[in-house]
């Protein structure tokens, strides 16, 4: 019933949706300049017009392109607004024009592009943003290497890298986006014969940019961009309308994985059907206590795994559960999984039959994905010589007290024959002794106590007494439904513990986000102080940079104490000091110290928002392992660990990721005083 219920998130992004007085948003997007992104633009204004549509030009850059300043006859242009820059006239955006005039729907080419320095904003996005809020409707165009998350990857494949970006978040906030999309011959066609650039330039772009292979490559981005895009806007509508299973409208696939020395395997196998069905997958593994109750010898399988999940590009999910098929289900199901692939089973049918495993109950289960069964190819023989011998504990101790237990459930049963002839049911008060143990001390002395329990009332209170004889068929039939009954409800109270292990740590998880938040809340808001001395004269800008700088060493503290919690190594936190370099704000210890090669890695993540250091693919030669700190899009700051990645379990992973995210919200709007 509950997979039934619409997602409340899902729902409120439908309702907002709908209801928001907030502009529409409409983005032409390209694979490259030329494609027609302009002209296909202004072609919608036109046929926005003839039906009655307020519609006016903002901003449109015809590049002096005949066929498109064409289109603009018969539109109304806002005349731009000029600034002077080094003796150069500049005309940018009029938004305060637009404003005023407010229109239903106004264009705003090149959606990347950066304003002059005394516009009222540093980015023309943000003028879209400003008019979107004030319930104009936007139409604007840009080119896929603008994007923040493919700049690296455009710089790779054209060797240009681009300074003007925008977020993908503007593109996921857009209500609708438009590929104009036209085959690379006829944009090289275009390209020569000058309708793109000048001649002069279109020969110097045909032989860098413009290359045949370049465009194939930004021409599968765009559509692979878009195609995400559309992918999670359907994602969401299923969710607001609890539609179950999955549709096949785009593929995504998910491995389970377990702490084995054949996770690894999976992982490979997985990446080649997603590689061959193009795929977004993820990989995932079902956590029923904390990992450090695991052996080292699977703790390094999952983690080994998990790091080669992450480089062969799967998205790594840790899932917190005692029922693996349930937890696995639930997510198939969240995330419109087509393709779910999972190690088959080694254990005997026998063996399967009573424990039952995660494969067999999905293969029984009836949904809308391919489930993939993957015979281990590793041989058994050599996977069990990597794995060291699981040392059986013994405590006699338990075993004792159990016994004891026991005994005092006899005494008391003793106690009870004296009030009442039939002894029949003084076997389930036994029960008790079998449920303790399996609360206590778990599966073994329960088996134990359950054993010792029922020979000991065959021999005191079953004909004949003081023997391990039974001639009454109902005392037969009643101690074996007792034996089984216990076992059934040793298991039981077994998995109860499991489940409390797993809240357990779900509430630590919880608890460590709300102390931590709950000091920062402590701290006072930047808001609040600046406007309360943006009237003061200037001596008081001392106070502002003393205040800042201690405000921002008390959320680095707070960031060591925290991290500490986590993970035991030294730790430092910096932030960008006023002369523009990285500055070391704390330390775990006094005494810590960070070379150049280090600083130079945190400048590296900084400028990149991405990991360095000590286990990653960037610089793992360094001792440290540095990851951003990230407000939004922006990076914030650096936190520095003397720790290898690869050996971070995914629940530390998880809860650094709070941590920084945390601070991020708390040190973000003091980075900008």
Known sequence: MELK???????????????????????????????GKTYTMLNEAHVLKSRGVDVVVGFVETHNRVETETLLTGLEVIPRQQFE?????????????????????????????????ESKHPKRYHDIEEL???????????????????????????????????????????????VIDIPWEELLQRLKEGKVYVPEQARHAMDNFFQRGNLFALRELMLNLVARKVDSELLNYMRARAIPGSWPASERLVVCIAASPYAKQLIRKAYTIAKDTHAEWYAVYVSATSLLDQSGAEQTYLTEALNLAEELGAKVITLTGTDIADEILRFAREHNITHIVIGKPLRSIFVGFFRGSPASRLLHT???????????????????????PKQFTFSLKEYILSLAI??????????????????TSLLFIYLIATIACALFYGTGPSLFASIISMLVFDY????????????????????????????????????????????????????????????????????????????????TTNILTLLRTTILNDISQLMIKYVARIINAPSVVLFRAKDGGLQ??????????????????????????????SGTGTLSGIAYLFMPIKSQDTTIGVMGIQYDYKNLFPEQRQLLGTISNLTSLAASKWIKI
């Open 584 to 613: 070391v704000w704390a330390r775990s210890n006094p005494e810590l110290e960070i070379s150049q090669n280090e600083k130079a890695a945190a400048e590296w993540t900084y400028s990149h928002g991405e990991i360095a250091g």
């Open 460 to 539: 005191f209170f079953t004909v004949p007494k003081f023997s391990f004889s039974m001639y009454i068929v109902h005392d037969v039939i009643n101690a074996s439904a007792f034996f089984f009954a216990s076992i059934v409800i040793g298991q039981l109270v077994k998995t109860i513990r499991r489940q409390h292990l797993a809240l357990q740590l779900r509430l630590e998880r919880v608890s460590l986000a709300e102390d931590m938040s709950r000091e920062l809340m402590t701290l006072p808001p930047a808001e609040q102080l600046v406007e309360e001395l943006a009237s003061c004269s200037s001596e």
């Open 132 to 178: 979107l809020k004030s319930g104009i409707d936007v139409y604007t165009t840009v080119n896929i290497q603008h994007f923040e998350s493919m700049n690296d990857v455009v710089a790779k494949i054209t060797g240009v890298r681009m300074q003007e970006t925008i977020p993908d978040s503007f593109l996921d906030h857009a209500d609708e986006v438009q």
């Open 85 to 117: 820059y080094r003796g150069i006239t500049l005309g940018e955006l009029d938004l305060d024009a637009i404003l005023a005039r407010h229109p239903s729907v106004v264009l705003v080419d090149e959606l990347a592009h950066t304003n002059a320095h």
């Open 366 to 388: 009836q949904g809308e994905f391919e489930l993939h069964l993957i015979s281990p190819t590793i041989e058994k023989r050599a996977a069990e010589l990597k794995v060291p």
């Open 406 to 423: 026991v005994a005092a459930i006899t005494l008391v049963n003793f106690f009870i024959l004296q009030r009442m002839l039939n002894p």
């Open 5 to 35: 219920r619409p997602s409340p998130d899902a729902l409120l992004k439908e309702v907002e949706r709908e209801e928001n007085n907030k502009g529409r948003l409409k983005i032409f997007i390209g694979y490259s300049p030329g494609v």
